[in-house]
């Protein structure tokens, strides 16, 4: 099992930045690869961006391309979402997500393991 908890949520103004951290515990070796995603009131689970740990390329949701990067830091088992010029329409909650068995991708579906969420909140 795979165990992930988000943090590093918070209410902030439009234009300011966020970064939220994934830790991740459990059979953490086994990780192939993680995403984050996040959901807005009323709207599905919506793909942000997502890496696999074999590989270099990261890849990002159109509407956050250039503002948002996703990193990793493997002694810390931590993956993390730098949030900048943050819009009103990235209010949402925000979730990482691991799996052990496929490549990842932009579908909820393709992964297996979720943490809790944390809260996005953008005013104007």
């Known amino acids: 099992q795979v165990q992930l908890v988000e943090s590093g949520g918070g209410l902030v103004q439009a234009g300011d930045s966020l970064r939220l951290s994934c830790a991740a515990s459990?059979?953490?070796?086994?990780?192939?690869?993680m995403g984050w995603f996040r959901q807005a009131p009323g709207k599905e689970r919506e793909f942000v961006g997502c890496f696999t740990y074999g590989g270099k390329t990261v890849y990002y949701a159109d509407s956050v391309k250039g503002r948002f990067t996703i990193s990793r830091d493997n002694a810390k088992n931590t993956a993390y979402l730098q949030m900048n010029s943050l819009k009103s329409e990235d209010t949402a909650v925000y979730y990482c997500?691991?799996?052990?068995w496929g490549s990842g991708g932009s579908s909820p579906n393709e992964y297996d393991y979720w943490g809790q969420g944390t809260q996005v909140t953008v005013y104007p």
């Open positions: 997500a691991a799996t052990r």
């Open positions: 459990g059979l953490i070796f086994s990780i192939n690869a």
